[in-house]
């Protein structure tokens, strides 16, 4: 199983990114995703997830800012974050539980100026 994220950059309070996590090794449409990020010192937190039916939760500090969808066909998991903040910086991870283990993409980095 491999999770490659890219997509991050360095953007000013108010921009937007779009992650892409490009899955191998599963079957992806079947799969639920996961979106998480951990700045600096902190723990891993979880963004919102997507299941194989498309449907999408988030935590309440990105409800309505971001957005996680899926391309079947790319198997390709997608994170559309919009009106960015400073506390929206850190590494993004994408994420999958196959066979009772999570597996994790390598991260790609935001960073919201203010």
């Known amino acids: 199983v491999q999770l490659q994220a890219s997509g991050g950059g360095s953007v000013q309070a108010g921009g937007s990114l779009r992650l892409s996590c490009k899955t191998s090794?599963?079957?992806?449409?079947?799969?639920?995703m996961s979106w998480y990020r951990q700045a600096p010192g902190n723990q891993r937190d979880l963004v919102g997830n997507?299941?194989?039916?498309?449907?999408?939760n988030y935590v309440e500090s990105v409800e309505g800012r971001f957005t996680i969808s899926r391309d079947n066909t790319r198997n390709t998991l997608y994170l559309q974050m919009n009106d960015l903040k400073p506390e929206d910086t850190a590494a993004y991870y994408c994420?999958?539980?196959?066979?009772?283990?999570?597996?994790w993409g390598q991260g790609t980095q935001v960073t919201v100026s203010s």
């Open positions: 994420s999958t539980v196959w066979r009772g283990r999570q597996f």
């Open positions: 090794g599963i079957n992806f449409r079947i799969h639920g």
């Open positions: 997507i299941s194989s039916s498309h449907s999408t």
